[in-house]
C-alpha cells in the first residue's frame, strides 16, 4: 500500500512538471484600412467560424491583426510566409499561381456586380446612358494594384488608379474621374460611412457592370494545412446553412436580401474577365448566385 500510495505521489508530481499544452500561433491578417471596417468585420468573423467549423477538436487559433497593407504588399507578404498566414483578395491568375487559394467564393461572386456611386450632379449624364459604349466615354476609378483595372482596360473602359482605398473617393469628388464601380453589397455601407464627408455622392442603379469575379481566402503556397482547415470549414458552413445564414445578416450584405426585392437595376452590362483562371467553376450554384437569378428581378432585359 505504501508503494502504489508513493507510486501515485510520483506520478502526480510527474504530471505536475510537465508544461502545459502550448496554445496554437495566431493565425495573421492585415489590419484594416480606416475607412473598410464593416467589410473587415465580415471576413474576420467569417474566418473564425470557418476556423471553428473545420477545427476537428483541434484548438482554434486566435487571430490577430498586424499591420495596415495594400493589396500588392499582402500579396508578397503571404508568398514570403514571414508576416501574414491568410488574406481575402479579388482572385486573378496571377494570384492563384502565386499563392495557395481556397477557391469558395466569399460572397458568392455578388462582388463582379458592380453599382456605380457618382457625383449627384452628375446624375442626368448617367441617365442618358444606354450601352455599355455610353459608360466607355466616362472615367472610372479604382484601387492600385486591384485586379478590376485589368478587367475594365481589357474591355475599353477608361480607368485611373488611387494610392489607398480613401483616394478613390477624393478623385471622383474632384472631378478626376466620373464614377467609382463598387461590388453590390459594398456601395451603400461605404457611402453611409461617407455621408457627411461627401455629400455630394450618391449610387446610381439604372447601370450595373457586370463580370465574373469574387474575393477568396488566400494562403502561403507552403501552407496546405491551414488552406484543408479553411476548405473544411467553408465546405461544412455551406453544407449546414450556416454560411448563407451569416452572409444574409451581416451588416455588410444584409441591405441586398432578399435579392428579388432590393437588387432592381434597369441595365447590366456583361464584360469578360480575362484575369479569371479558365478552371474558375463560376456556372457553379452551390458557390455561385447566378446571373439568371439576379436577371429574375429586372424590368428590362439587359442590353
Given amino acids: 500500500m505504501v508503494r502504489m500510495l508513493a507510486l501515485v505521489y510520483c506520478l502526480s508530481g510527474l504530471l505536475l512538471s510537465l508544461p502545459l499544452a502550448a496554445e496554437p500561433p495566431p493565425i495573421r491578417v492585415p489590419k484594416p484600412q480606416p475607412d473598410s471596417l464593416v467589410a473587415q468585420s465580415y471576413y474576420l468573423q467569417l474566418l473564425r467560424l470557418v476556423l471553428h467549423s473545420g477545427a476537428d477538436g483541434r484548438a482554434v487559433p486566435a487571430i490577430q491583426e498586424v499591420t495596415l497593407m495594400e493589396q500588392g504588399r499582402a500579396t508578397t507578404e503571404l508568398r514570403r510566409g514571414q508576416l501574414i498566414d491568410v488574406y481575402w483578395m ?17 460572397d458568392r461572386g455578388l462582388l463582379g456586380f458592380r453599382r456605380l456611386i457618382i457625383r449627384a450632379d452628375s446624375i442626368s449624364v448617367f441617365a442618358e446612358i444606354e450601352a455599355p459604349d455610353d459608360l466607355k466615354k466616362l472615367t472610372a476609378c479604382q484601387g492600385l494594384d486591384w485586379p478590376d483595372v485589368e478587367i475594365l482596360r481589357a474591355s475599353n473602359f477608361r480607368v485611373i488608379e488611387a494610392s489607398g482605398f480613401e483616394g478613390m473617393y477624393k478623385q471622383l469628388v474632384g472631378g478626376r474621374c466620373d464614377y467609382l464601380p463598387r461590388g453590390l453589397f459594398e456601395a451603400m455601407p461605404e457611402l453611409e460611412q461617407r ?9 446610381f442603379d439604372g447601370v450595373l457592370i457586370h463580370y465574373p469575379f469574387t474575393v477568396y481566402f488566400f ?18 458552413m455551406i453544407d449546414s446553412g450556416e454560411f448563407q445564414r451569416f452572409m444574409v445578416t451581416h451588416p455588410l450584405m444584409n441591405h441586398l436580401f432578399p435579392l428579388e426585392e432590393k437588387v432592381r437595376p434597369a441595365l447590366i452590362f456583361d464584360i469578360p474577365n480575362p484575369l479569371l483562371p479558365q478552371n474558375t467553376d463560376y456556372k457553379n450554384a452551390r458557390y455561385w448566385i447566378q446571373r439568371e437569378q439576379l436577371m429574375e428581378t429586372y424590368d428590362q432585359p439587359p442590353r
Fill in 219 to 236: 494562403v502561403n503556397p507552403k501552407n496546405e494545412q491551414l488552406a484543408q482547415w479553411i476548405t473544411k470549414g467553408l465546405e461544412r
Fill in 90 to 106: 479579388g482572385t486573378s491568375n496571377q494570384r492563384e499561381q502565386s499563392l495557395h487559394a481556397i477557391p469558395i467564393p466569399l
Fill in 195 to 203: 455621408k457627411e464627408r461627401y455629400p455630394t455622392l450618391m449610387i
